[in-house]
């Protein structure tokens, strides 16, 4: 009797790595989820917002949503002092330590805007409370980013950072869905005295035991064997490269991913307010719509971070940046159009979504190779947050703004399409076999 041919084996040491890419994967991106979670219900409820915090008795409502978007602006700006204090801890002490402490700022702050007193019974002191917790996220925010991102590339096995990366802005997708869903539900579950009154706290207090299971996950995680490799090399001390080496580095990333973090913010966050104000719409058709264009940029991530793994970052981010400045005022003015049907202007959203997808699919990898592990948390953090501090941060502000002053409702191509412009611009700098060098 023959015997049954004996299987492939398995080295004990390659299952272990697995087992540790998986973990190291799932701790980075269950950060990344409630950021982007807190971050887009905030954007979502922001004519809310606007009203209990920022809109006394008699207020203009328009000046309220402006002041409220100055607020989502200044946690923007606090990202990169974030990203450089928790960038040069996790550098120098580890990724999973400060990771741990990044994400417990991270819940603290937004579970207390859950419980946070209104203007109408605090009086001047509530939007300064609302804004002293954003800016507690900001600082958190700009931690989380480099390091799950150092976490997730350093873990990933030869030949599928990208992919590994990819998951890094799949769950900022995912994040931002759960923040529109969940909205959208209290929206439609709640009348609007309700929702006004009570059911605006409700998402913010969800982060409470979406932290907790991050905070568990993060304890159980592994350093990762590239930091520990480099801060402690048989030949002595870690090397560090020139400042102004890494300052250039940081400068060129941010340029790189400006487009991304423009596009992004202006169709994935800031949509439903600009729809509100500028079109009529209801919140929630405002919410759907935004829902269609998390949808489209949730589609391209994983595929585009995988073929960033053929193909080169380059290409696959480059096709995203042209494909925003060339369609952003096409697929505008569709939405914009009262005779187009519903089922066109949902596949336009869709499709924005889309592009900004093929940039941030391949976008953390892309970053993470620009630096070597003795800075990878810092610079790769400083680039993502610097660009978002300025070209996400401040979407709204300025849309909302330059639509007022101008009466001009195309505004939010021109600035997507602009911002990918120079973006491609800086992605045709990148050499074409990035992707299949180690990372150093």
């Known amino acids: 009797m023959l015997s049954p041919a004996p299987g492939p084996v398995r080295s004990p040491g390659a299952a272990a790595r697995r087992a540790r890419s998986r973990r190291a994967l799932l701790a980075g991106c269950v950060g990344n989820f409630i950021e982007w979670y807190e971050f887009g219900v905030y954007g979502y409820l922001a004519t809310v ?11 203009s409502a328009v000046e309220g949503l402006v002041k409220t978007y100055a607020s989502f602006a200044l946690a923007f700006f606090f990202r990169p002092v974030g990203a450089a204090l928790f960038g040069r801890l996790g550098d120098r002490i580890g990724r999973r330590p400060t990771l741990v402490l990044v994400i417990c700022l991270m819940t603290g702050a937004t579970t207390l805007i859950g419980v946070l007193p209104t ?16 800016a507690v996220q900001g600082l958190s925010a700009g931690g989380e980013f480099g390091g799950a991102v ?8 030869q030949g599928r950072r990208g992919r590994y990366g990819a998951w890094q802005s799949f769950t900022v997708a995912l994040g931002l869905l759960a923040g529109a869903g969940t909205t959208a539900l209290l929206a439609t579950v709640l009348t609007p005295s309700e929702l006004n009154a009570w059911g605006w706290r409700v998402p913010f207090l969800l982060t409470l035991p979406l932290g907790l299971a991050a ?17 402690a090399p048989a030949g002595g001390p870690p090397r560090r490269p020139p400042a102004g080496e890494t300052v250039r580095a940081v400068a060129l990333g941010a340029g790189r991913v400006m487009g991304w973090s423009a596009a992004g913010y202006t169709f994935l966050v800031v949509l439903p307010s600009y729809l509100q104000n500028t079109l009529n719409a209801t919140f929630q058709q405002a919410l759907v719509a935004t829902v269609l264009a998390n ?29 925003v400045t060339v369609l952003a005022l096409p697929l505008l003015n569709l939405v914009q159009d009262p005779d187009v049907p519903v089922y066109a202007k949902g596949a336009a959203l869709f499709a924005a979504g889309a592009a900004v997808g093929l ?3 391949p976008g953390p990898a892309m970053l993470s190779e620009m630096f070597p592990t003795t800075v990878r948390y810092t610079g790769l953090g400083l680039a993502y947050a610097l660009s978002n501090a300025v070209f ?21 191509a021109y600035y997507a399409a602009t911002a990918c412009a120079v973006s491609a611009a800086a992605l045709l700098t990148l050499r074409g076999d990035d992707h299949t060098r180690t990372l150093r």
């Open 359 to 361: 940039m941030a699919g």
């Open 150 to 157: 150092s976490v997730m590339t350093e873990s990933a096995p």
């Open 49 to 59: 917002i606007a009203a209990h915090f920022f809109t006394p008795e008699g207020g």
């Open 392 to 412: 996400s941060g401040c979407a709204g502000l300025i849309i909302t703004r330059a639509v007022a002053w101008t009466g001009d409702a195309d505004i939010p």
């Open 215 to 231: 905070l568990w996950l993060r304890v159980r995680l592994d350093e990762t064997p590239a930091f520990v490799s480099a801060v």
């Open 295 to 323: 949808l489209g940029f949730a589609a391209t991530i994983l595929p585009a971070g995988a073929l960033s793994d053929r193909l080169g970052r380059r290409t696959v981010m480059l096709a995203g940046a042209l494909l």
């Open 119 to 134: 203007y109408a019974t605090i009086g001047a002191a509530a939007p300064w409370l609302l804004t002293v917790l954003r």
